[in-house]
């Protein structure tokens, strides 16, 4: 055999993944989606509240547990329609062009916001007592 014919013949091509690493990666990945489940923040409806803002003042707190609607008067003459529902606050009509706050759905958990940037509101969900 001459040189040549002995490049052309390689050895055969070792898989990247074998078994027990594809079975340590689903246990990781198993592990991982449980955590998940057990761990996320579940909403307290008794102690959560909204608090709206309009050009960085707080107008009005609103309690998550009581369903209502009413609406927020935005800078510039705009405004926003707010919907509390099951515990959560979502934007359900705006004055806005972009509709981004009304698009950004309900939200529940503490830390967690719609904004409106055209009539300068901001609904943020915090943690609080009656």
Same mark, same amino acid.
């Given at each position: 055999m001459?040189?040549?014919?002995?490049?052309n013949?390689?050895?055969? $091509?070792?898989?990247?993944?074998?078994?027990?690493?594809?079975?340590?990666?689903?246990?990781?990945?198993?592990?991982?989606?449980?955590?998940?489940?057990?761990?996320?923040?579940?909403?307290?409806?008794?102690?959560? #509240?909204?608090?709206?803002? !309009?050009?960085?003042e &707080?107008?009005?707190? =609103?309690?998550l547990?009581?369903?209502?609607? =009413? &609406?927020?008067?935005? $800078?510039?003459?705009?405004y926003?329609?707010?919907?509390? #529902?099951?515990? $959560?606050?979502?934007?359900?009509? $705006?004055s806005?062009?972009d509709?981004v706050? !009304?698009? &950004?759905?309900t939200?529940?958990?503490?830390g967690?916001?719609?904004?409106?940037?055209?009539? #300068?509101?901001?609904?943020?969900?915090?943690?609080?007592?009656n």
């Amino acid at each position: 055999m001459n040189q040549q014919d002995s490049r052309n013949h390689r050895a055969p $091509a070792k898989s990247l993944w074998n078994k027990k690493d594809l079975l340590f990666i689903a246990a990781i990945l198993l592990a991982a989606g449980l955590a998940f489940l057990f761990f996320r923040p579940q909403p307290s409806e008794s102690l959560s #509240r909204a608090e709206i803002s !309009v050009d960085g003042e &707080t107008v009005m707190e =609103l309690d998550l547990s009581e369903d209502q609607v =009413l &609406t927020v008067d935005g $800078a510039g003459g705009g405004y926003n329609r707010i919907q509390v #529902r099951d515990g $959560a606050v979502s934007v359900l009509e $705006a004055s806005c062009p972009d509709k981004v706050c !009304v698009h &950004t759905g309900t939200v529940r958990y503490p830390g967690e916001t719609i904004v409106c940037l055209p009539n #300068r509101m901001i609904v943020t969900v915090i943690q609080g007592g009656n």
